[in-house]
């Protein structure tokens, strides 16, 4: 990886630190390299920008990397002063969390940058909200950075309510990108990967929620049903299942999982005849945040078809090994992220349900802002990541309003507020259960005596889930003591324009 350079760009100009990407996609955006080149060829005093150039041409006059690590790029999102990006939404969504007004040049199809135009049209609307200074053209280009370098990057701060504001409108994009409400699962997938109408489908119950929202002692509980196995975030099975060896919920650690050894052997003859490594590379390609609006899209692209394919085709021989092994009817995947529900979505043996779990985002910030180790991982020292209230704030918009929207794309979903599952844990356990179509069990859990947990065999997750005490449910209200009165209210903010939807209340 090549160094990047701390030096901010020249005094004479107005742009402190410029950072540019033309994002990850496997289409080249060679284009606005060029332009930026020209540009820079023009500013001879211009130094220390930096360019992410994917698989695209490399710059002359710029520094260069082919890609950056994820926190290396949240970093060069915080430092940038001006930030020159494609027109992709995850990127777009990173810089108006950080406050940045970004330069955005959407990536066309007719130049064979991207398989349609939905960048394009993504980006005129944002434009027309000013959430971002589009340019289409090298000379509007010229002219927005030209500008950038008189007077400076426009002064967006991230906690004036202005990012919550974007977040609705960029809620309203998504809605409209989203189009009518869909009869049914996606049809060009089908035509690739023909439904075999002699094998069942195998349910799964989703938990879609931002981590830390209590997904962990839910997905616990609905494994006491004697219809269900909870399996944990399956999206890490590769990295930290197969590749890290990291410990299951039964205390084993992976390789050593009776039940994940008998799963791996029906799905593959053992996990010795599949690499995670080459795995986790296909699952990249397939089920990342970037790609979501590449999932939601009609017209997905060979590539994208072919790394959903094949990688769908191994996560369906794993859930029907898993079914096997457990001898359940129904698998309770705790994964999560939007873009796994998105990937189960398109797989034509899956029969999809979300269960959309919320929990009021004070609590969640409260959570994310703790360090708690992670005991699983096995002979070295590593703690749960840490993310700033603001960003959770963000991200609670964001994974909520995902989910929110779930339905609109056929999939069956029902919305739980972590809250009422812990006020009412046998009535909200039975109206899940009910939801995922099994007999409900809720009564049965509890009674005078505390509540054990069975053995379980969640391949990773939050490190509650190798406690081995009775469970105890109360409302975790800690956040309203715990959490710095200034981030609380800054969530507030963030999260307000959403709150009401969830009885959350804005005046904490
Ligand atoms: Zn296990």
């Not at 994002?23 to 211009?46: C, I, S």
């Not at 196995?229 to 590749?243: A, F």
């Not at 449910?473 to 800054?490: A, C, I």
Request: charged content about 25%; hydrophobic content about 40%; proline content about 5%.
């Amino acid at each position: 990886m090549t160094d990047i350079s701390d030096a901010p760009l020249s005094e004479s100009s107005g742009i402190e630190r410029l950072f540019v990407t033309v994002g990850t996609d496997y289409h080249r955006f060679d284009r606005m390299v060029w332009w930026l080149d020209e540009w820079m060829a023009t500013k001879p005093d211009v130094q220390g920008a930096i360019v992410q150039r994917g698989t695209s041409a490399k710059s002359e006059h710029v520094e260069s990397v082919d890609y950056l690590q994820r926190t290396q790029l949240v970093e060069e999102f915080q430092q940038a002063t001006v930030v020159v990006c494609h027109g992709g939404p995850a990127t777009i969504l990173e810089c108006r969390s950080n406050g940045i007004v970004p330069i955005v040049v959407p990536r066309e199809e007719k130049y064979d940058e991207h398989v349609n135009d939905h960048q394009v049209d993504f980006c005129e609307r944002l434009a027309a909200h000013g959430e971002i200074q589009m340019a289409r053209t090298k000379d509007e280009f010229f002219r927005l950075l030209n500008l950038a370098v008189e007077r400076g990057a426009p002064e967006v701060a991230v906690d004036d309510g202005h990012a919550a504001v974007s977040l609705i409108k960029f809620e309203d994009q998504m809605v409209e990108l989203l189009g009518p409400r869909a009869e049914t699962r996606s049809k060009e997938l089908a035509d690739v990967v023909p439904i075999r109408s002699d094998v069942q489908k195998i349910p799964v119950l989703f938990i879609g929620s931002v981590p830390r929202s209590g997904s962990t002692i839910l997905s616990d509980l609905l494994n006491e049903n004697p219809h269900m196995v909870n399996i944990g975030e399956l999206v890490h099975l590769w990295e930290r299942g197969v590749i890290e060896n990291n410990l299951c919920g039964c205390g084993q650690s992976f390789s050593d999982c009776v039940f994940w050894g008998k799963v791996g052997e029906i799905a593959f003859g053992g996990w010795q005849h599949i690499s995670g490594e080459r795995m986790h590379t296909l699952q990249m390609r397939a089920d990342r945040t970037r790609h979501i609006p590449r999932l939601l899209v009609p017209n997905i692209s060979r590539y994208m078809a072919t790394s959903t394919v094949q990688y769908g085709a191994v996560v369906s021989r794993i859930l029907r090994a898993i079914l096997e092994v457990s001898g359940k009817t129904v698998i309770v995947d705790t994964s999560k992220h939007v873009s796994t529900a998105l990937l189960l979505r398109q797989l034509p043996d899956i029969d999809l349900r979300v269960l959309h779990l919320v929990r009021d985002p004070r609590g969640v910030a409260n959570s994310w802002s703790k360090v708690i180790d992670r005991p699983e991982v096995q002979g070295e020292n590593r703690a749960m990541d840490t993310l700033h209230p603001g960003r959770i704030g963000l991200r609670w918009l964001w994974f909520n309003f995902a989910f929110a929207n779930m339905d609109r794309l056929g999939v069956p979903t029902t919305t739980i507020r972590y809250e009422d599952f812990v006020a009412n844990p046998a009535e909200t356990l039975d109206q899940i259960f009910e939801f995922a179509g099994v007999e409900p069990t809720g009564d049965e859990l509890f009674g005078d005596e505390p509540l054990m947990l069975g053995e379980g065999h969640s391949v990773s997750g939050n490190p509650r889930r190798l406690d081995r005490k009775p469970v105890e449910l109360r409302v975790d209200e800690k956040w309203r003591s715990d959490l710095d009165p200034k981030m609380r209210s800054l969530v507030s903010r963030v999260t307000g324009p959403m709150l009401d939807r969830y009885h959350y209340s804005k005046d904490v």
